[in-house]
T-cell receptor
Framework: KAGVTQTPRYLIKTRGQQVTLSCSPI?????VSWYQQTPGQGLQFLFE???????NKGNFPGRFSGRQFSNSRSEMNVSTLELGDSALYLC???????????FGPGTRLTVL | AQSVTQLDSQVPVFEEAPVELRCNYS??????LFWYVQYPNQGLQLLLK??????LVKGINGFEAEFNKSQTSFHLRKPSVHISDTAEYFC?????????????FGRGTSLIVHP
């Protein structure tokens, strides 16, 4: 069974631009969560989607948004990029809320 | 709210030596506890988890952890490490119950195994 895939793996953007990251969960998994990982703040939860509905949201500004499609694939969008948005963005999928999460390799975003 | 403290940011050790990575948590309610490993340029992989029952939990790659409720600790141990164990290790806690599987992560401990 294929694992969680994230595209692209690496991304370089400039301040003020916007970016969209994609996550394909393990087949059959309906829950997708997004995390931001930085050296200073560690792993921070962004949001969780289940069956196309946002179930939980972390403490991030409105510039960070996401969505989930009917096939459970999820996208995360960051608008008006700031230097501090440079991070590794991790996606995790699970069968449902309360189930074990499986992480993808991440997308490393660099904002110049 | 719950929190996790990983007491060491970096742990250097020689190959075949034993290692312990420390984790303490704070929570006013019952919790589930987890250890994850992250190899360079990869996502997180679950090493082991404590949900209930025996306080000694065995995981993959020869790792084990012991849940100590009185000391609110969940330290990770391995009796003999390999070079390939060099990675970042994260302790995480999740409140028991509720409909979400959103854990709170510690800042991570970098395990560096020297030959």
């Amino acid at each position: 069974k294929a694992g969680v895939t994230q595209t692209p793996r690496y991304l370089i953007k400039t301040r003020g631009q916007q970016v969209t990251l994609s996550c394909s969960p393990i087949s059959g998994h309906r829950s997708v969560s997004w995390y931001q990982q930085t050296p200073g703040q560690g792993l921070q939860f962004l949001f969780e989607y289940f069956s196309e509905t946002q179930r939980n949201k972390g403490n991030f500004p409105g510039r960070f948004s996401g969505r989930q499609f009917s096939n459970s694939r999820s996208e995360m969008n960051v608008s008006t990029l700031e230097l501090g948005d440079s991070a590794l963005y991790l996606c995790a999928s699970s069968l449902g809320t309360g189930s074990e999460q499986f992480f993808g390799p991440g997308t490393r975003l660099t904002v110049l | 709210a719950q929190s996790v403290t990983q007491l060491d940011s970096q742990v250097p050790v020689f190959e075949e030596a034993p290692v312990e990575l420390r984790c303490n948590y704070s929570s006013s309610v019952s919790v589930y506890l987890f250890w994850y490993v992250q190899y360079p340029n990869q996502g997180l992989q679950l090493l082991l988890k404590y949900l209930s029952g025996s306080t000694l939990v065995k995981g993959i790659n020869g790792f084990e952890a012991e849940f100590n409720k009185s000391q609110t600790s969940f330290h990770l141990r391995k009796p003999s490490v390999h070079i390939s164990d060099t990675a970042e290790y994260f302790c995480a806690v999740k409140v028991v119950g509720g409909g979400s599987y959103i854990p709170t992560f510690g800042r991570g401990t970098s395990l560096i195994v020297h030959p």
